[in-house]
Structures are given as structure tokens and as C-alpha cells.
């Protein structure tokens, strides 16, 4: 079972940025994907941005492509999120998650993902 840290949420105002961190128990090149997801008070949870591990190719949603950037760090087995001109319908709950089993399904769906951190709250507030 693989064991994801997420840490880095807090309070900021629009426009200001964060940067999440994920720490994974295992080397993150020997997973097939990882993602960031998040999900909002009443909402279901949503890809936010996604790689596939064989060639780092990126998939990110609409609503934060050129805002938010999904990184890895394979020497330290790290995951970010570098989230930048933050919007208030940027406050969530972020997920980390990885396909540890090369599961079937598109990078940015959720049910792909076979592991999952606890999440971490970021708030954007005027």
C-alpha cells in the first residue's frame, strides 16, 4: 500500500500562490501516474492535474491550466502542486493520489487512482 503525505494548504487571497507537496513512501518512477485532485464543499472531486509517469505528460482541467502545475521529484520521491493567481473557486480539499497497478482509465479520472492522501485544506479569501 503505498502512503501519501500531502502538506503546504493554508489561507491566502485571490491572486496569491501555494505550492503543495506530496511525499510518497515508494520511488515515484515506478508508479504509471500521479494526480492532484480536489473537492469542494457539495461538489464531487475533480481531477486538477495529472501525469503520466512513462513520458511526464501532463493533463490539467480547464478551469486552472496555466495556473496550476502538477511536478515531481523523483531523487526525493515528491509530488507538487504549484498553484499560482489563485481564485476564490480554487478552495478545496487537495488530494495527492497515484496508479500504483497500471489500472485502466483516462489520466484525470479519479477511479484510476488506487491510492490516496489524507488531503490538505486550501481556503482563498478576501
Known amino acids: 500500500q503505498v502512503q501519501l503525505v500531502e502538506s503546504g494548504g493554508g489561507s491566502v487571497q485571490p491572486g496569491e500562490s501555494l505550492r503543495l507537496s506530496c511525499a510518497a513512501s515508494g520511488a515515484i518512477n515506478q508508479y504509471y501516474a500521479i494526480g492532484w485532485f480536489r473537492q469542494a464543499p457539495g461538489k464531487e472531486r475533480e481531477a486538477v492535474s495529472c501525469?503520466?509517469?512513462?513520458?511526464?505528460?501532463?493533463s490539467s482541467a480547464d478551469s486552472v491550466r496555466g495556473r496550476l502545475t502538477i511536478t515531481r521529484d523523483n531523487v526525493n520521491n515528491m509530488v507538487y502542486l504549484q498553484m499560482n493567481s489563485l481564485k476564490l473557486e480554487d478552495t478545496a480539499v487537495y488530494y495527492c493520489?497515484?496508479?500504483?497497478?497500471?489500472?485502466?482509465?483516462?489520466?484525470?479520472?479519479?477511479?484510476?487512482?488506487?491510492?490516496w492522501g489524507q488531503g490538505t485544506q486550501v481556503t482563498v479569501s478576501s
Open positions: 501525469m503520466d509517469i512513462s513520458d511526464g505528460s501532463t
Open positions: 493520489a497515484v496508479d500504483s497497478k497500471m489500472n485502466w482509465g483516462r489520466l484525470r479520472d479519479p477511479r484510476r487512482y488506487d491510492s
